[in-house]
């Protein structure tokens, strides 16, 4: 099994940044694919991005596409998601997920998640 922290939310002016961590513990770390969702009030869970085991192949919804972008230090444990030109309509709380395999867009796929962390972007 795997235990995810996530870390690094916060209140964010439209335009602006935020680099969201997750610390992984448990098994190896490299083992796992990772990825991101988020869920806004009264929505359901949003795939973000999902990146491989080694880092090389990474994947993103559309609505985050040139804006966001997901990493990992395998050496770390830790997965990251960079966000740029924050919009309101990315106000949500952002979960951290992994998989012992490779996986869809799913949420379904993704066994492991963390308690979240929340991202507000003012107007």
């Known amino acids: 099994q795997v235990q995810l922290v996530e870390s690094g939310g916060g209140l964010v002016q439209t335009g602006g940044s935020l680099r969201l961590s997750c610390a992984a513990s448990?098994?190896?770390?490299?083992?796992?694919?990772m990825g991101w969702f988020r869920q806004a009030p009264g929505k359901e869970r949003e795939f973000v991005a999902r990146?491989?085991?080694?880092?090389?192949?990474?994947t993103y919804a559309d609505s985050v596409k040139g804006r966001f972008t997901v990493s990992r230090d395998n050496a770390k444990n830790t997965l990251y998601l960079q966000m740029n030109s924050l919009k309101p309509e990315d106000t949500a709380v952002y979960y951290c997920?992994?998989?012992?395999?490779?996986?869809?867009?799913?949420?379904?796929?993704?066994?492991?998640w963390g308690q979240g962390t929340q991202v507000t972007v003012s107007s």
């Open positions: 990146i491989s085991f080694s880092g090389i192949s990474t």
């Open positions: 448990g098994r190896t770390f490299s083992s796992y694919f």
């Open positions: 997920v992994a998989a012992p395999h490779i996986t869809s867009t799913s949420y379904s796929d993704y066994p492991y």
